[in-house]
């Protein structure tokens, strides 16, 4: 009996890597473990803590293997994630807390192992911070590894692929989507995992729509079912009609009809048609998104986020560790420059090991550079990582969250002293490493006049400048009409903190979510801003947008918008000038 498939069902998942995928499903059995709890006498507990210890070993062998394979195969370039799980198979509590259920409770080792799994699980589950939750999933996906060892169950292998497929599982561990053969798959579908999960951002890195946290994608799709995914959406279609195939088919060619048009810009100076030349550049937070960077035309990393140095893990990482990391960013993004913003953390950004305190009121709390210049333990130890690496290449400097005057000091006489000690211990840097902060509460955009003739640029963090400058939480989605980047208040806080730096002859930067906004572009650049930072994807758009802007008529349009009195104005002002110049472009 042939059952009829459905047609055209639509499922909605996390959009973890964009990009439009029209093909066949390959369904693949990346079926979890079936393990038994059962309880076991006392005289078993040496053989099952044996059995549990082997396993482990032996996960950790077979791990190795496919990481030398790997390596020899397509190189180092991703192998960090099976670094990680490796650390998580050596982790002592996943072993002490098993065996300690296998002795006191007396359960088998496979039991015991899911329980502790269990209570991880719990444990990441509870964790606010995105990133820092999906941790949680690469300690599954290790455990599973064990589990597997202790049963004797052999995973179905990963298919020999000959067509072009789409590939649909329950969960696609990083090694898995590392061993795939990525010429054959054009996108990847999961039931399991989150948008920073690191499956997801390979499938990022490697540039494989994908989307993920589908739930009953293994349910609804079987092999050979025509999907569309769209991953920018986090939209899958299961057998599409004709017109659900012709609409996806169009945008399919559409968005990359632009990826190609817009690359074209990658190797164009980001210049205005009077020849005024600002700089674009990208928010970076992985290596991975280096080749990223460069496909697009970013001309250095006007922002990088070390914070998820220091969440990925169970230990802080120590100066070696991160002199490395900011030494091979440094040099894979050279000739160009990086801005190290030093750790962003606290508030909504977890990191256990700096055991913070819960606060009532976590965006105003202990963050940022208030926390840094708490622990300077743990921020020296930073500051010094990057000092030694700036002896490598062009590295700048800068420090979240400043609100003052004093705060700067405070930061820049430590700079000193650490420059004091490696002088002495005979170790090189930059000594002439440029300094700079975010401007991201509203204190610092009136003082923006002193505080500029502290540093060496300033990089506006709009994110942040408008939640505490409109008093909106960023993330209450019940706020969000009010989060408003067009409000006179942020404007004139822009031009404020421009004028200043111009003023005292630094560099006026952005590096939050406005500047890589094409539409925002002829009022930032009227404002006179050197840099804007954004999501390298969104580099050549603004590029293109840049390159037929003038800087003469963007002036003039800020002075107009200057005298506008509610956001709602602005953008009227703004549309009417986007729809005189541009008739396309901004859809
Ligand atoms: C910002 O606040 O605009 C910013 C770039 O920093 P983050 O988003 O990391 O807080
Ligand atoms: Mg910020």
């Given at each position: 009996?042939?059952l009829?498939r459905?047609?055209n069902?639509?499922?909605?998942?996390?959009p973890a890597?964009?990009?439009i995928a029209?093909?066949?499903?390959r369904?693949t059995d990346r079926?979890?473990v079936?393990?038994?709890?059962?309880?076991v006498?006392?005289e078993?507990?040496?053989?099952?803590?044996?059995?549990?210890l082997?396993a482990i070993?032996?996960?950790?062998?077979e791990?190795?293997?496919?990481k030398?394979h790997?390596?020899k195969?397509s190189?180092s370039e991703?192998?960090?994630i099976?670094?990680t799980h490796?650390m998580?198979?050596?982790?002592?509590?996943l072993?002490?807390?098993?065996?300690?259920?296998?002795?006191?409770?007396?359960i088998?080792a496979?039991g015991?192992?899911?329980?502790t799994?269990?209570?991880f699980?719990?444990?990441?589950n509870?964790?606010?911070d995105?990133?820092?939750?999906e941790?949680g999933?690469?300690?599954?996906i290790?455990?599973?590894?064990?589990?597997?060892?202790m049963?004797?169950f052999q995973?179905?292998?990963?298919?020999?692929l000959?067509s072009k497929v789409i590939?649909?599982a329950?969960?696609l561990?990083?090694t898995?989507?590392?061993?795939?053969?990525?010429?054959?798959?054009?996108?990847f579908?999961?039931d399991?995992?989150?948008?920073t999960?690191h499956?997801?951002i390979l499938?990022?890195?490697?540039g494989?729509?994908a989307?993920?946290?589908?739930?009953?994608?293994?349910?609804?799709?079987?092999?050979?079912?025509?999907?569309i995914?769209?991953g920018a959406t986090g939209?899958?279609v299961?057998?599409p009609s004709?017109?659900s195939f012709r609409?996806y088919?169009?945008?399919?060619?559409?968005?990359?009809y632009f990826?190609?048009e817009?690359?074209?810009?990658?190797d164009?100076?980001a210049e205005t048609v009077d020849?005024?030349r600002i700089?674009l550049?990208g928010?970076?937070?992985?290596?991975e998104e280096?080749p990223a960077?460069?496909?697009h035309g970013?001309e250095g990393v006007?922002?990088y986020r070390?914070?998820?140095l220091?969440?990925?893990r169970?230990t802080?990482?120590?100066e070696?560790?991160?002199?490395?990391?900011?030494?091979?960013?440094?040099?894979k993004v050279a000739?160009?420059p990086?801005?190290?913003?030093?750790?962003d953390?606290?508030?909504?950004?977890f990191v256990p090991?700096l055991?913070?305190?819960?606060?009532?009121?976590?965006a105003l709390?202990?963050?940022a550079i208030r926390?840094?210049l708490r622990?300077i333990?743990t921020?020296?130890?930073?500051v010094?990582?990057?000092?030694r690496?700036?002896a490598?290449?062009?590295?700048?400097?800068f420090?979240p969250?400043?609100?003052g005057?004093?705060e700067i000091r405070?930061v820049?006489?430590?700079?000193?002293e650490?420059?004091?000690?490696?002088r002495?211990q005979?170790i090189?840097y930059?000594?002439?490493?440029k300094i700079g902060?975010?401007i991201e509460?509203?204190?610092a955009?009136l003082?923006?006049?002193?505080l500029a003739?502290?540093v060496?640029?300033?990089s506006v963090g709009?994110n942040?400048?408008?939640?505490?400058?409109?008093?909106i939480?960023r993330?209450?989605?019940?706020?969000?009409?009010?989060?408003?980047?067009l409000?006179?208040?942020i404007?004139?806080s822009?031009?404020?903190v421009a004028d200043?730096?111009?003023?005292a002859?630094?560099?006026?930067?952005?590096c939050?979510?406005?500047a890589?906004e094409?539409q925002?572009l002829?009022i930032l650049?009227?404002?006179?801003?050197?840099?804007?930072?954004?999501t390298?994807?969104?580099i050549?758009?603004?590029?293109?947008?840049?390159?037929?802007?003038?800087l003469t008529?963007?002036?003039?349009?800020?002075?107009?918008?200057?005298?506008?009195?509610t956001?709602?104005?602005?953008e009227s002002?703004?549309?009417?000038?986007?729809?005189?110049h541009?008739?396309?472009g901004?859809d």
């Amino acid at each position: 009996m042939v059952l009829e498939r459905s047609k055209n069902l639509c499922l909605s998942g996390v959009p973890a890597s964009p990009g439009i995928a029209i093909g066949l499903a390959r369904v693949t059995d990346r079926a979890r473990v079936a393990v038994s709890e059962h309880a076991v006498k006392p005289e078993a507990v040496p053989a099952e803590i044996t059995r549990l210890l082997e396993a482990i070993s032996e996960a950790k062998e077979e791990l190795l293997l496919i990481k030398n394979h790997l390596e020899k195969e397509s190189g180092s370039e991703h192998l960090y994630i099976l670094d990680t799980h490796l650390m998580i198979l050596e982790d002592p509590m996943l072993t002490s807390e098993t065996v300690s259920c296998i002795k006191t409770q007396l359960i088998n080792a496979e039991g015991s192992l899911r329980r502790t799994l269990l209570k991880f699980r719990e444990f990441f589950n509870a964790i606010e911070d995105e990133y820092l939750r999906e941790r949680g999933s690469d300690v599954d996906i290790v455990g599973e590894r064990i589990l597997r060892k202790m049963v004797g169950f052999q995973q179905e292998p990963l298919p020999q692929l000959d067509s072009k497929v789409i590939i649909i599982a329950h969960d696609l561990s990083p090694t898995d989507v590392l061993q795939i053969d990525k010429s054959k798959v054009i996108a990847f579908v999961t039931d399991l995992g989150g948008k920073t999960s690191h499956t997801a951002i390979l499938a990022r890195a490697l540039g494989i729509p994908a989307v993920v946290g589908l739930e009953s994608a293994t349910a609804e799709i079987i092999s050979d079912d025509s999907i569309i995914i769209d991953g920018a959406t986090g939209t899958v279609v299961i057998n599409p009609s004709d017109e659900s195939f012709r609409n996806y088919l169009s945008r399919k060619q559409r968005y990359e009809y632009f990826c190609q048009e817009y690359v074209k810009f990658r190797d164009l100076p980001a210049e205005t048609v009077d020849g005024h030349r600002i700089r674009l550049k990208g928010n970076l937070e992985f290596i991975e998104e280096v080749p990223a960077l460069k496909e697009h035309g970013g001309e250095g990393v006007g922002l990088y986020r070390t914070e998820m140095l220091y969440m990925n893990r169970s230990t802080l990482p120590d100066e070696e560790e991160q002199f490395e990391a900011y030494l091979s960013m440094c040099r894979k993004v050279a000739p160009f420059p990086v801005s190290i913003r030093t750790l962003d953390v606290g508030g909504d950004k977890f990191v256990p090991e700096l055991n913070l305190a819960d606060e009532l009121n976590p965006a105003l709390g202990l963050r940022a550079i208030r926390l840094s210049l708490r622990n300077i333990e743990t921020f020296k130890p930073q500051v010094r990582a990057i000092l030694r690496a700036s002896a490598f290449g062009e590295i700048r400097m800068f420090f979240p969250m400043i609100s003052g005057v004093s705060e700067i000091r405070e930061v820049k006489r430590i700079i000193s002293e650490v420059k004091y000690e490696l002088r002495s211990q005979g170790i090189t840097y930059d000594d002439s490493i440029k300094i700079g902060i975010m401007i991201e509460i509203p204190s610092a955009v009136l003082v923006a006049d002193q505080l500029a003739k502290e540093v060496d640029f300033f990089s506006v963090g709009t994110n942040d400048l408008i939640q505490y400058t409109l008093a909106i939480d960023r993330t209450n989605e019940h706020l969000s009409h009010l989060y408003q980047p067009l409000n006179p208040a942020i404007i004139r806080s822009l031009q404020i903190v421009a004028d200043a730096a111009h003023q005292a002859g630094i560099e006026a930067c952005i590096c939050g979510e406005m500047a890589g906004e094409p539409q925002y572009l002829p009022i930032l650049l009227g404002l006179g801003f050197d840099e804007l930072s954004m999501t390298p994807p969104s580099i050549p758009r603004v590029k293109e947008i840049l390159r037929r802007c003038s800087l003469t008529e963007a002036k003039k349009l800020t002075a107009k918008i200057l005298e506008a009195e509610t956001a709602e104005a602005v953008e009227s002002i703004l549309k009417s000038e986007l729809t005189a110049h541009f008739s396309e472009g901004f859809d």
